[in-house]
C-alpha cells in the first residue's frame, strides 16, 4: 500500500466512529418526528411516515409486527423500533409500504392519499 493510502479495514472503523444525528436519550438514539427532514420526493415526515407505516401494520396485518416486518424484509425490532421513535423510517422501507398498499388496493389508507 502507498502513502495515503488507508485499508478498507481502518478507513470502516475511522468513519464509524463519527457521531449519530439523532439525540441520544436514555443511552439510546431517538428520532424526534416533528424535526426531522423529508424522507422522500413527496416531502414526507417521519411522523407521516411512521403514522403511514402503523395504519398499514393494522388495517394489511391485523396489527402484527412480525407479519408488517416480514412483507417490508425487515426485523420485527426495526419496526418496534421505528413506532417508538428510536430508529427513523428510512425512504427504502416507505417505497416498499407503497408498494404493498398498491399491490393489495388499500392505498387510500395512506394520510398523504386520504387527506388528497
Not at 25 to 31: D, F, K, L, P, Y
Not at 59 to 64: K, R, Y
Not at 105 to 112: C, N, R, V, Y
Request: no cysteine; charged share 30%; glycine share 6%.
Amino acid at each position: 500500500m502507498t502513502d495515503g493510502q488507508q485499508s478498507t479495514k481502518t478507513a470502516r472503523t475511522e468513519s464509524d466512529n463519527r457521531s449519530s444525528m439523532s439525540p441520544i436519550e436514555n443511552g439510546t438514539a431517538s428520532v424526534t418526528r416533528d424535526e426531522t427532514d423529508a424522507i422522500d420526493d413527496q416531502g414526507t415526515s417521519q411522523e407521516e411516515a411512521a403514522e403511514g407505516l402503523q395504519i398499514l401494520r393494522d388495517e394489511l396485518f391485523d396489527g402484527s409486527d412480525e407479519a408488517f416486518a416480514l412483507a417490508l424484509g425487515r426485523t420485527p425490532q426495526e419496526v418496534k423500533a421505528w413506532f417508538s421513535g428510536n430508529e427513523p423510517v428510512d425512504a427504502d422501507v416507505l417505497l416498499k409500504a407503497r408498494g404493498i398498499a398498491m399491490e393489495r388496493d388499500a392505498e387510500s389508507l395512506l394520510p398523504d392519499q386520504r387527506e388528497a
